[in-house]
């Protein structure tokens, strides 16, 4: 029973074996078929599970000795064979748990490859399709490479072309160049045979050179030795100098001692002339001296008439004296004698006068003077009685006037009462006009009313005459007619009420209203001036109550100096004022204004002077342009020159310019139209009015010239 | 963050300067706005972002520096509660216009007074600069209502100090003033947190 059970046991244990080696076989072969690769493993696999067969197998021959010994066992006794013993069994157990763990192992090692195996197989795809991908890439590139290949080729063919023909030119220039190295190694000898001959010539003039040299040597030396000889001469010559300037400020010291000796000699001999001039002096006194006894006679004789003149003089003198004193006296006399003169004129026309007078007298009927003075009085007092008269008719006129004034005050109350009346009476006249119109339009009705009422009656009269039966209703009617007319006859009263009692009444209402409010405005407003300033008076008391305060400025505040000021403006003010007046009193014509009018009729005169010098200078300015320029020009007005020629042959002919803002321009004038040419090429085309008005006075010239030479 | 701080601290003494540098710029303002003196004596200066004239005559220069240092050192000390710029008429000495800048004094940041031991406000410089600029762009606009001044005018300032106070050489007490009929207007104010500046100006409003 345990055999079997065991024999079960192990048939158990290898049937996943074969079931793996049956179902791996197959496999192995298809992926061997598939990929050439795997076969090494696939066969290491599968010597793995034939190796394992076989160690399965020795196991099988463990539990029986040997197969040949099993099979003879078999075919000995097949029921009956020895019992295995406990040991063995035990052993085949062990060893069958053993091969079981193997199994397991072995199967998992063999998952384990296939994984890999599958990995390996899906990475090698990859590489393969990568492959085949670079394989593609390759073969492209080949192909170009190829054609670069190609062209390389019939490039190098080219770079060949080239180069032999590169190879013919250099062997060509070689031949050149050997030509003209063969040409230069003959130059180069030439220039050697030409150079040993230069330095033979060079050697040559070398020592002509040297020879110049030791020559000059010489010259030199002998330059050296005369310079030392020309030193030593020099030297000698400074020595004579010192003597000659030694001897020369000799020579000036005798000189100078000969100039002071002819010095002494002038003096000397102007001392011989004086000595001379007096000897002749003395011989005229000599002479004199001989004269004058003569001379003496001769001093008598004047000293008489000497005394005869001062008698003489001293009588002229009172003369003089006399005549001085007639003079005075005549001068004193002379107002006198005029005095008189007037006097006696004084008193014919007194006496004339007093004839006057008497003659009027008479014609008075007054003989005497007496009668004349109380005449006289009794004029005066009437006079005075007529001024006294005369002071209260004026003081009369003068109370007249304050009543006329007070009346015009009146008269001008009046007439704004007046006024105030007007206007009301306007307004009244206006209601009355009103009212008028409505009494026209009341009477029109009544008339209305009378016209139907004709008709009411006339038709009453028809219907009367037509039927009697409407007496009744005519009753009625001038029943209602009669109503009618009281009622208008009460309107009319009603309006006549209305026209005068109310209105005035109205109106010395309203007027003696305005009045009292008038009156009551001026009261308000007093009321409120005395309330303002109690406001302020309360205002000004609180505050103080309210902070005790005290009010500080400055002393020298702008507000003081302002004042101070103002204050000195109006004190030297007055005193001006003061000295002005005293000065009016003094009386007009002060020394100021006699100076300040010396000094007007000085600036009057200056100016006068001044006005002369202009006007001659001007007009010196105008001729000398006149006879330089040869244009006369003249102010015409603001802006406006008119210039004119001198050799124009009338005075219409003239040109007239205005001074604009950019410069002048010339206005067109009779003569400038005739003058057409020069216009265009000098205003026009050169642009300037000097050259055009030279012009102009050449052609003017030129033709006044050549009229002269046809005359 | 401490940076922050010390950007925005005003001490006592600047945030006087830079009321006395306003009162400076508002005073010249006006003298230069109602044409007190001539437009020719005034210089264009860039201040608070915008152009301001300020006077080049040497008296005025003198006079505001005089008033301003002294002002500066009696706001430090809390002693100023109003300074008046009155403008009259010279010939008659009546007050046509009064310029009021009534200086109030506030408490700053407390924090930050407890932190540096010192009464300081933490303001930012530039939005004080604006309400500045703010003020004086209406002290410009006045122009437009203020009633013409057609006489001789001229300008002193009043400063309203607490009684305590003392009176300094070149300084002298002055009468109160009142205009007849005025007209009061309130302009902006501006704040530097340890001082308040309100400015009004009153008018004599013409019949």
Redesign the interface.
Known sequence: MAKEGDMSLFNDVLEPFRRVINTDLPKDKLSASAKLNFSDSNQSIKEGSTTLFSSIKRKSGLESPTPEKRIRTESGSNSNGPPPSPWEAKRLKIDLIAAKAQITKLEARVNHQHTIRKEMQILFEEEKASLIEQHKHDERALSDMEDRLKLIRRRELEIKEEYNTAIKEHKEAKLKWEKDRSDLQKQIAELKDKLLESDVSSKDQLSEMKRDMDELLQALEGAQQEVQILKKEVSKQTSRAEQCSTLRSQLEKQTFELQQITNKLKELEYEKDSYKDWQQQVKTAQKRLTNMAELEKEVGRLRATERSLRDSVSNKLLLEEQVHILTTKVEALQPVQQELHDAKVKIASLESTLEEWKNVARTHGIENARSLSSALDSALSSQLTAVAGCSQAQSQSAQLTEEIATVKFERDKATTKLNDLQTVRKNQESLIHRLQKRLLLVTRERDSYRQQLDCYEKELTVSISGAGEAAGGAALLAARVEQLEKALQSYRDLLALHDHEPNTKALELARAEASKYREEAEAAKREVAKLRAQRDQLQMHFEKLAAPTKILHLADNPAAAAQKQMQLELESAQEEIKKLKAALREGGSSAGDDALRAQLENSRIKLQRMKEEFTSSAQEYRDVCYMLLGYKIDRTGHKNYRISNMYAESSDEYLTFTLSDDGIEMVHTDYSTTLGDLVELHLHQNRSIPVFLSALTMELFTRITMQQTQC | MSQQQTKNCITLKGSAQIICEYLKYAINSVLFQRGLYPPETFKAEQQYGITLLISEDQ??KN?LT??LTQSEEWILNKKV??LSL?I?N??N?EILECWDFNVQYEDGDAALSKEKNEKVGSKDLKKIQQEIRDVMLQVAATISYLPFLDC?C??????????D?D?PE???????I?????QNVQLKTFSTSLHKMETVVSYKLAD
């Open positions: 008296q005025i006079f005089n008033l509660s109003k009155i009259l010279v010939a000495k001789r001229s300008f002193d300032v009043l400063v309203h100090a607490k009684t106070c009176i070149k300084w002298a007490e002055a009468e109160p009142a205009i007849t009929n005025a």
